[in-house]
Each structure stands twice: as structure tokens, then as C-alpha cells.
């Protein structure tokens, strides 16, 4: 297997590093995407907090669809690709309709191909996700410590907060 690039945001000298299990195709992970989107990017930029975001390929029929757009992200290029995420789950429910629909939204809308990467990225991620008896997403872990939030009720709103309020206590 070669070296797996994991879509990285933020110095790998942080001190705080938040790595996230999600899917595009889950509107839970929305939620959460959107909130650590928002509250961390700050913390990001002043070089305090990595953020390492690991797409979980789940074999739940409606999450393939996340699956299959996954493949066609670039994780090279972090500023387009988040660009794109932050589309896809601003218009999860269009494109998540059937599997034809994903596959023209990533070539035609976003003009992208398949990855090569994207195979050994997925079985890397699945792998530790088995190790870390990983079931659910999002999951999310905050220095090594999981991030204790509610993916069914808590709000982006919600989520924001709690996911600053247990940094700082990790700051402290």
C-alpha cells in the first residue's frame, strides 16, 4: 500500500489535532462539518489545531453516494476540495437522490475524475476505524480523547460550542 494522504488542515506542529470521521452523503456529518468548519478555522489559521478530516466509506446504500463522490476529490489540493465539500453538503439532497446524479455532479459540475488514491485512502481509513471500533459517524476525536457530542440532536450551533469549550479545556 502506498503512503495515504488524509485531507489535513493546519500545521502538523499544533498542539491540538481534531481528526473527524465523516461521510458527504451523511446529513449528521453536515452538521458537524459545518460547525467544525466554522469554529475551527480561526484556530487553524494561528497554528493551534490540525484538523485531519478521514472519509469514511460505509457500505449503508445512502452513504455510498458519499462514497462515490469522495473518490473523485483531490485531496492534494486541500482549498479546492474543501471548496467542493462545503458545496456537496450545502446540496446534499439533490445529489444524493440516485447514483447517476453523483457521478455527474463530480465530472461535469466539479470537472473531476476518480482518484487513483482513493482506493488505498478508503481501506487505510476503514482499517483504523476498525481498530478504533469506529461504528457511527461522525466520530471525532480531540487529541487521541473522543468528542463527546450528539449527531442525532445537537444543532451546528451546538456543535460549535462544544467543540471549542473541550478544546479549551485541552488548552488548559
Not at 37 to 45: A, R
Not at 121 to 139: C, D
Request: with cysteine.
Amino acid at each position: 500500500m502506498t503512503k495515504v494522504t488524509y485531507l489535513t488542515l493546519g500545521s502538523s506542529n499544533a498542539t491540538i489535532k481534531v481528526e473527524s470521521f465523516i461521510n458527504l452523503a451523511c446529513p449528521y456529518c453536515k452538521n458537524y462539518f459545518k460547525a467544525a468548519d466554522q469554529s475551527l478555522k480561526s484556530l487553524i489559521d494561528q497554528g493551534k489545531v490540525q484538523h485531519v478530516i478521514k472519509h469514511f466509506d460505509k457500505t449503508k446504500q445512502g452513504l455510498l453516494k458519499g462514497t462515490i463522490a469522495n473518490i473523485h476529490l483531490d485531496y492534494e489540493d486541500v482549498g479546492e476540495t474543501l471548496k467542493i465539500m462545503r458545496e456537496l453538503y450545502d446540496s446534499q439532497k439533490a445529489w444524493t437522490q440516485d447514483f447517476a446524479t453523483v457521478e455527474q455532479k463530480m465530472q461535469q459540475d466539479f470537472n473531476l475524475s476518480p482518484q487513483k488514491e482513493a482506493d488505498d485512502r478508503s481501506l487505510a481509513i476503514t482499517e483504523e476505524a476498525v481498530k478504533r471500533e469506529i461504528k457511527g459517524i461522525p466520530t471525532v476525536f480531540i487529541n487521541g480523547k473522543k468528542f463527546e457530542f450528539n449527531p442525532l440532536k445537537d444543532l451546528q450551533r451546538t456543535i460549535e460550542t462544544k467543540l471549542i469549550r473541550q478544546i479549551e479545556e485541552i488548552k488548559q
